[in-house]
């Protein structure tokens, strides 16, 4: 097969999933459209073949006209069975496989062969989880794709890390294919246009058949003005009303369920610090990747603290944590960050400037009677002592850590 002429590698990824490499267990890359994950395959296939120069490379590309004749299950078994090697290993490579019906169950019987090594990619949550659940369970492991973080995106574009590498960053987000780009907002605008409009219609409006793609599109703007704030269905509902738009509270919930099925938006649930519980109404939304999220309204001043709280939550992401929004008692604590068992809490703000946002910021994180390490993240470039203990991280020096 042919590689791509510029192939950046994606250390971190490759890194994790090596120690998987070479097992009965099928690795499954999931994430939004042009993250990165095909791209991600080919750096693997480039590892295999540097190692084993003869390897049987079985890759099936379901973007590609090339396997148009791959329509069903069988066609899918079929293609990978007549491709197969007898007694020696098969690596077996399978990009957005969720537009086969029944995929899974192509994957079930290929892993029954231990000589078979299983690669697939999708950019739907809810079939590469819950048929893959349903179907294989304990056989499957799955590695989250994001768009570039701040330290990838520096590396991919060959910039040096200052203020200006951070406001592109955050100005056109980090999805791989840029670096083929001119940074200025005519040509890269076009390009996330484009990268928007496949998600919304393809993963969107035709997987789900939907019919009101007017309101479809009114959400996702809604959802892009309202970055970090606390609602639900039902707000989005009355405030729909207000604007003589009347839908459903359970039609409201299922339009959010597909956008973030197809990883535009990330719902954050509200946990209880007190009750150790998770709220059953309200949540924040907020999106996969900032310069797509900026074409839907816009690059704006008045968004820089949402778009600032965004950056966090997604580097978080990256940085393999669970994240929730915390409540202790009616006091917001903005990110509470999970891994391995540690926790680590984050107040975001744009600027701490006066006694007032001091006491907010700080005092929230300092009600929370654990250990855990706990932190103030602004866009101030001042980097100092820390504040009874918590610390105060400029942005460009959090998202490098």
Known sequence: MKFPKVLKKRKGYIERIKPFMRKSVAKV???QRRVGKSFLLYQLIEEILFEEPDANIIYINLEDFTFNALQTSEDLHSYIITNSKANQRNYIFVDEIQDIPEFEK???????????????????????????????????????????????FLEFHELSENEKSYTLYSRYGGLPYLLNLPLEDETVNEYLKSVYSTIVFRDVVSRYKLRNTQFLEKLIQFLSENIGNLFSAKNISDYLKSQHTTISVNQIQNYIEYLSNAFLIHRVERYDLI??????????YYFENMGIRNIVVGYRITDKAKILENLVYNHLLYKGYEVK????????????????????????ALKIDCEKTIEREFGNLLKIQDNYPKMVITEDTFNGNSYEGIRYLPIRQFLME
């Open 29 to 31: 890359l999931t994430g």
């Open 106 to 152: 192509v994957i079930r019987s290929l892993l029954l062969n231990e000589d078979n090594d299983i690669y697939i990619t999708g950019s739907n949550a809810k079939m590469l989880s819950g048929e893959l659940a349903t179907y294989l369970s304990g056989r499957y492991i799955e590695f989250k794709v994001y768009s570039l973080s701040y330290p990838e």
């Open 275 to 284: 009750g150790k519980r998770v709220f059953e109404i309200g949540e924040k």
């Open 325 to 348: 929004v915390g409540y202790y008692g009616d006091k917001e604590i903005d990110f509470i960050a999970e891994k391995k068992g540690e926790k680590l809490y984050i107040q975001v």
